[in-house]
């Protein structure tokens, strides 16, 4: 099975039918590598209806679910504290959507992101440290508690560290704050972000980290069928803060895995539906998650006007020297000729990849 079409698979199985709520019956194979990589042993073991399922992915279930439950009540009493002292956060996606799965141990995390409220991060992570919380080096904005890794976001997309990212697509820290919402994920309160700006983030998130999981595309099309979801609001915010083409592209590969959606939802996508090209060039990054940067420089390319564009890959390029020294630390005098060399050196792999994917296609049929 070709990656493109396996990941597009998985994402049928893994977003369920309808709403999401169903147990599917399939007598598909899986292919217990993918499965594996991408994380979704515990969604598919509750999903599926088949004798099929390993037992190794039952446990892995189980495993997850258990994480998830410590780490989130981790971060609850230490929310509960900050809130004690004037402090708050939004949860954002995709610790936020564990709420769209069956369990707890359907949807694995590596770290939940924070929204502090403006001008507020500094003051969180002071908060944190002192909690117990240790900070990573170079990094302050992640921190690490007993069992749960936060990263602290001043905005959606980290802009402070590249500020051609608001030229891509932008949300006003104030009018997310303003639109915020009380959410409940495994019996435990916390504030989210509202539905409309919900899919706005998961989409574009998934665009600048190149689809590497397929499970963001699984969570958008849990969130295009809430309940609280209104359609023309996500129409008209995707298209002031310029992120309606993320929305787009991520629609885009989920109607190529045949993932049912509400009908105002395929309505509006019908009036946007990206080129054929375009269509090409997402399911040639979807195939390629692991190891391609062109999703990331695909999301830079969706800036309004050629001058944004230049500005906006120049920066992601060649970022300012302090955030290129997070990279290279302490080689200030020759950071910027590394960072050449990392990008000519990621030039030829991917060049070397497509060239020998064909060849590596025809090995495996053998």
């Given at each position: 099975?070709k990656?493109?079409s396996?990941a597009?698979?998985?994402?049928?199985v893994?977003?369920?039918?309808?709403?999401?709520g169903?147990?599917?019956?399939?007598?598909?194979s899986?292919?217990?590598?993918?499965?594996a990589?991408e994380?979704l042993e515990?969604l598919?073991?509750a999903?599926v209806?088949?004798?099929?399922?390993p037992?190794?992915?039952?446990?892995?279930?189980a495993?997850?679910?258990?994480?998830?439950?410590?780490?989130?009540?981790?971060l609850a009493?230490?929310?509960?504290?900050?809130?004690?002292?004037?402090?708050d956060?939004?949860l954002?996606?995709?610790?936020?959507?564990?709420?769209?799965?069956?369990?707890?141990g359907c949807?694995p995390m590596?770290?939940?992101?924070l929204?502090?409220?403006?001008?507020q991060?500094?003051l969180?992570a002071?908060?944190?440290?002192?909690?117990?919380?240790?900070?990573?080096?170079?990094?302050?904005d992640?921190?690490n508690?007993?069992?749960?890794h936060?990263?602290?976001?001043?905005d959606?997309?980290?802009?402070?560290?590249?500020?051609?990212?608001?030229?891509?697509?932008?949300i006003?820290p104030?009018?997310?704050?303003?639109?915020?919402?009380?959410i409940?994920?495994e019996?435990?309160y916390?504030?989210?972000?509202?539905?409309?700006d919900?899919?706005?983030?998961?989409?574009?998130?998934?665009?600048r980290?190149?689809?590497?999981?397929?499970?963001?595309l699984?969570?958008?099309?849990?969130q295009?069928w809430?309940?609280?979801l209104?359609?023309?609001s996500?129409?008209?915010?995707?298209?002031?803060s310029?992120l309606?083409q993320?929305?787009f592209?991520?629609?885009s590969?989920l109607?190529?895995a045949n993932?049912?959606l509400?009908?105002?939802?395929r309505?509006w996508?019908?009036?946007g539906?990206?080129?054929?090209?375009?269509?090409w060039?997402?399911?040639?990054?979807?195939a390629a998650?692991?190891?391609?940067?062109v999703g990331e420089?695909?999301?830079?390319?969706?800036?309004?006007?050629?001058r944004?564009?230049?500005?906006s890959?120049?920066?992601f390029?060649?970022?300012?020297?302090?955030?290129?020294?997070?990279?290279?630390?302490?080689l200030?005098?020759?950071?910027?000729?590394?960072?050449c060399?990392?990008l000519?050196t990621?030039l030829?792999?991917?060049?070397?990849?497509?060239?020998?994917?064909?060849?590596?296609?025809?090995?495996r049929r053998?």
């Open positions: 099975m990656a493109t396996q597009l698979y998985l994402i049928r893994g977003s369920g039918s309808g709403s999401g169903g147990i599917l019956a399939t007598d598909e899986f292919d217990e590598e993918t499965v990589l994380g515990g598919l073991s999903r209806r088949t004798q099929k399922i037992g190794a992915w039952r446990r892995q279930h495993e997850t679910a258990a994480m998830t439950i410590v780490s989130l009540q981790e009493r230490a929310l509960d504290k900050l809130r004690e002292q004037g402090l956060v939004v954002l996606p995709g610790a936020a959507l564990l709420r769209f799965y069956p369990d707890a949807r590596d770290d939940v992101d929204l502090c409220a403006p001008g991060v500094g969180v002071g908060a944190l440290i002192e909690m117990g919380w240790t900070s990573v080096a170079r990094h302050p992640l921190l508690g007993r069992h749960v936060v990263d602290l976001h001043h959606l997309f980290h802009c402070q560290r590249i500020a051609a990212r608001r030229r891509v697509g932008w006003a104030d009018d997310l704050w303003s639109r915020r919402r009380a409940v994920v019996g435990l916390f504030w989210g972000l509202s539905p409309e919900e899919v706005l983030y998961t989409a574009a998130h998934a665009l980290h190149r689809y590497r999981r397929v499970t963001w699984t969570d958008l099309a849990l295009l809430d309940d609280e209104h359609i023309d996500l129409r008209q915010r995707s298209v002031a310029n309606q993320p929305v592209f991520a629609m590969l109607q190529a993932v049912q509400p009908k105002t939802v309505a996508y019908r009036q539906e990206p080129g054929r090209i375009v269509r060039l997402l399911h040639g990054v979807l998650r692991h190891t391609t940067a420089i695909l999301w830079y390319w969706t800036s309004p006007s050629w944004d564009r230049r500005r890959l120049s920066e390029l060649f970022p300012r020297s302090d955030i290129l020294l997070q990279v290279f630390p302490g200030a005098p020759v950071a910027y000729p590394l960072r060399i990392q000519a990621r030829v792999c991917e060049v070397a990849a497509m060239m020998l994917a064909p060849v590596s296609r025809r090995v053998g």
